[in-house]
T-cell receptor, first 114, second 109 residues
Framework: NAGVTQTPKFQVLKTGQSMTLQCAQD?????MYWYRQDPGMGLRLIYY???????DKGEVPNGYNVSRLNKREFSLRLESAAPSQTSVYFC?????????????FGPGTRLTVL | RKEVEQDPGPFNVPEGATVAFNCTYS??????FFWYRQDCRKEPKLLMS???SGNEDGRFTAQLNRASQYISLLIRDSKLSDSATYLC??????????FGKGTSLLVTP
């Protein structure tokens, strides 16, 4: 089992460009999440999907959109990238969105917006 | 102000030492707590859950004090491989995990 996979691993964008970060899990988990991690800020939730067909905003959703394509895949789209979106993006999944479920993280995407 | 606060460190300790990290949380509704470990430029991974009665996993002991709203992690007999950032995490009802900023540990020979 690969667990949670993310593509790409690294990306450099210019301000105003768009891109989609891909995430897939092979653990048959119901819930999936997108976080960003910035120095001195810790991990912050962007969007999550409690189950296939549902998505909800997290703490920092502005500037992002998501799609839960199927049970396995959850993508994050930046429509018009800004330098403030330079960050490390982690996708995660868990069996459910219930209490005390361990979240498994992908290896991350390092995004730089110039 | 973040819901979960940690001393960022770094904590520099020699091999074999015992080291303790504390973290405090502000939301008394937080129901579950965890310690995650994150190696440099890697993803976070669950180290252990934290139970009200306290729990131990080998050299690691986690404690929760709901009255004072703090969580602790004790590492005994530190190994070089314990060098990492330790993330304190609280969970309210449902999905939301609230991550602290992390405490950096460096174990030296």
């Amino acid at each position: 089992n690969a667990g949670v996979t993310q593509t790409p691993k690294f990306q450099v964008l210019k301000t105003g460009q768009s891109m989609t970060l891909q995430c897939a899990q092979d653990m048959n988990h119901n819930s999936m999440y997108w976080y960003r991690q910035d120095p001195g800020m810790g991990l912050r939730l962007i969007y999550y999907s409690a189950s296939e067909g549902t998505t909800d905003k997290g703490e920092v959703p502005n500037g992002y959109n998501v799609s839960r394509l199927n049970k396995r895949e959850f993508s994050l789209r930046l429509e018009s990238a800004a330098p403030s979106q330079t960050s490390v993006y982690f996708c995660a999944s868990s069996k459910t969105s219930g209490r005390a479920d361990e979240q498994f993280f992908g290896p991350g995407t390092r995004l730089t917006v110039l | 102000r973040k819901e979960v606060e940690q001393d960022p460190g770094p904590f520099n300790v020699p091999e074999g030492a015992t080291v303790a990290f504390n973290c405090t949380y502000s939301n008394s509704a937080s129901q579950s707590f965890f310690w995650y470990r994150q190696d440099c430029r890697k993803e976070p991974k669950l180290l252990m859950s934290v139970y009200s009665s306290g729990n131990e996993d080998g050299r690691f002991t986690a404690q929760l004090n709901r009255a004072s709203q703090y969580i602790s992690l004790l590492i005994r007999d530190s190994k070089l491989s314990d060098s990492a950032t330790y993330l304190c995490v609280g969970q309210n009802s449902g999905y939301a995990l609230n991550f602290g900023k992390g405490t950096s540990l460096l174990v030296t020979p």
